[in-house]
Nanobody, 118 residues
Framework: QVQLVEFGGGLVQPGGSLRISCAAS????????MGWYRQAPGKQRELVAT???????NYADSVKGRFDISRDNAKNTVYLQMNTLKPEDTAVYYC????????????WGKGTLVTVSS
């Protein structure tokens, strides 16, 4: 199985920056997509950003130009650099790993809370 552990959540003021990371361990396929989803109170979980093992990224419109996703395949780790944070970015951020090569099997981390407030 695969385990995902997030690091780096916390409190930051509007306009600030924060980097969160996710380390994967276990039976990890060479072909996968890692990324971040978030869920704010009273809202559905939504995609934030993803990156394939080949380096192709995808971003939600709400974070384009502000957030940057990257990954280190050797360390099985994905990062999300969040800049110009807004209160609307406040949410629990969940790490996700998907294996489209075997029908879209997905794994989830427990989440890390990011709070943007002054």
């Amino acid at each position: 199985q695969v385990q995902l552990v997030e690091f780096g959540g916390g409190l930051v003021q509007p306009g600030g920056s924060l980097r969160i990371s996710c380390a994967a361990s276990g039976l990890i396929s060479r072909f996968n997509v890692m990324g971040w989803y978030r869920q704010a109170p009273g809202k559905q979980r939504e995609l934030v950003a993803t990156m394939t093992s080949g380096g192709t990224s995808n971003y939600a419109d709400s974070v384009k130009g502000r957030f940057d996703i990257s990954r280190d395949n050797a360390k099985n780790t994905v990062y999300l650099q969040m800049n110009t944070l807004k209160p609307e970015d406040t949410a629990v951020y969940y790490c996700n790993l998907a294996r489209p090569d075997v029908g879209g099997i997905q794994y989830w981390g427990k989440g890390t809370l990011v709070t943007v407030s002054s």
